[in-house]
């Protein structure tokens, strides 16, 4: 067999460059659905436990003491963030550059961003009443994560992910403005839920 006959046409070529493309795509780009599935079920956890705490009407449902469901909430969360900070070391790579240094204060501002929430929250908890407290705390903490949701998917241009931020903070706004039960069970079904299906849709997108 000669040289001819050997040589790929211009077609196969393409074909080529675009499936090794492709696969390099798909190992360089984490899997999000650990990220979004890990933070849907800390919604769903901790505000579900607020939800039952505080009812909709300020009646409890169930007597679960606001300790209680503050640890859930917080610690729930704070395993997401583990799981959010393993999802992105995936993106390390060989290739270093512009990319990676985003990724990394991207990560420095989920910290930074917590950080201050908490300061604010701990400054103003004292001046207001028992019920309100949690309310703060819950508004605060989804403000962060919403902002800094639609800000990720700003950078690296990922419609789903910004998305999903402006509704989680439209959903923040009008829960905060209706009070505490309801604030809790739009939190737990809308972003908890919210959360699970952004990140299957992601994995459709990444898989075209």
């Not at 409890?60 to 610690?75: I, S, T």
């Amino acid at each position: 067999m000669d040289d001819d006959d050997q040589a790929m046409s211009p077609e196969e070529t393409l074909r080529l460059i675009e499936q090794q493309g492709s696969a390099a795509v798909h190992r360089l780009t984490p899997d999000p659905v650990p990220h979004y599935l890990a933070w849907g079920l800390a919604w769903l956890v901790g505000f579900g436990a607020f939800f039952l705490r505080q009812g909709l009407s300020g009646t409890p449902y169930v007597p679960v003491p606001d300790g209680v469901a503050m640890a859930l909430l917080f610690g729930s969360m704070s395993l997401a963030m583990l799981v959010s900070s393993l999802t992105m070391w995936q993106l390390r790579s060989p290739v270093r550059g512009a990319s990676q240094a985003r990724g990394a204060m991207y990560g420095f501002a989920w910290f930074f961003g917590f950080f201050t929430m908490w300061v604010i929250a701990l400054r103003f908890t004292p001046l207001l009443a028992p019920a309100e407290v949690s309310l703060l705390w819950a508004s605060l903490s989804m403000m962060v994560v919403a902002v800094l949701y639609m800000a990720g998917g700003a950078i690296w241009l990922v419609r789903p992910m910004f998305v999903f931020g402006a509704g989680l903070a439209v959903l923040n706004g009008v829960g905060t403005a209706a009070g505490p039960g309801w604030h809790s069970l739009l939190m737990a079904v809308g972003a908890g839920g919210g959360s699970v299906v952004a990140g299957l849709m992601l994995r459709r997108r990444a898989r075209r």
